[in-house]
T-cell receptor
Framework: AQSVTQLGSHVSVSEGALVLLRCNYS??????LFWYVQYPNQGLQLLLK??????LVKGINGFEAEFKKSETSFHLTKPSAHMSDAAEYFC????????????FGSGTRLQVQP | KAGVTQTPRYLIKTRGQQVTLSCSPI?????VSWYQQTPGQGLQFLFE???????NKGNFPGRFSGRQFSNSRSEMNVSTLELGDSALYLC?????????????FGQGTRLTVV
């Protein structure tokens, strides 16, 4: 079964610093990958998705992620952190076009220090 | 376009009781998936309904069940509640299956079992 691993359950950065949240997937074929953000007591909001094509994916709120097949990674980055970015971030995989079920990573809580 | 609506937002139930949660998908979406989110197990897929039929099921006991109505609204039911069922239950709505299928999440129902 396909899975995703998020390295680091907590990441703390200063406001204005680079944000890097790591996600590695296990798959024998290119999967469909997603990053979601969750604010306290809220549902999940889609930040960006990788399907096929361009390996650098741009999302909302200035986030982007690069799909690297050779490293089986899909890390999330943002050049300059903002206080409002403090939230929990989840990487997720959908194995193929035939199923909608998502498998999520364990999540990374991002803290932004003033 | 209205988003995914889950009701109620909060519930407190006693062990042994049963509970029903409701989810109204985005207009035009015929697929509804349910996820359980707990601090210990993270986000786990419960089941998916499409056109009133369960299409996929996660690894949960039979106490967890669901259904979908002709208007695509879905309910999930948990019988004989246990303390460990305390969780945030998230519903996701999706359009047709394909490469660009996205899951749009509701705000969740926070269930507390006492």
């Amino acid at each position: 079964a396909q899975s995703v691993t998020q390295l680091g359950s907590h990441v703390s950065v200063s406001e204005g610093a680079l944000v890097l949240l790591r996600c590695n997937y296990s798959s024998s074929v290119p999967p469909y990958l997603f990053w979601y953000v969750q604010y306290p007591n809220q549902g999940l909001q889609l930040l960006l998705k990788y399907t096929t094509g361009a390996t650098l994916v741009k999302g909302i709120n200035g986030f982007e992620a690069e799909f690297k097949k050779s490293e089986t990674s899909f890390h999330l980055t943002k050049p300059s952190a903002h206080m409002s970015d403090a939230a929990e971030y989840f990487c997720a995989v959908r194995p193929d076009t035939g199923r909608r079920a998502l498998t999520f990573g364990s999540g990374t809580r991002l803290q932004v220090q003033p | 376009k209205a988003g995914v609506t889950q009701t109620p937002r909060y519930l407190i139930k006693t062990r042994g009781q049963q509970v029903t949660l409701s989810c109204s998908p985005i207009s035009g979406h015929r697929s509804v998936s349910w996820y359980q989110q707990t601090p210990g197990q993270g986000l786990q897929f419960l089941f998916e309904y499409f056109s009133e039929t369960q299409r996929n099921k996660g690894n949960f006991p039979g106490r967890f069940s669901g259904r979908q109505f002709s208007n695509s609204r879905s309910e999930m039911n948990v019988s004989t509640l246990e303390l460990g069922d305390s969780a945030l239950y998230l519903c996701a709505s999706s359009g047709p299956l394909g490469e660009n299928t996205e899951a749009f999440f509701g705000q969740g129902t926070r269930l507390t079992v006492v």
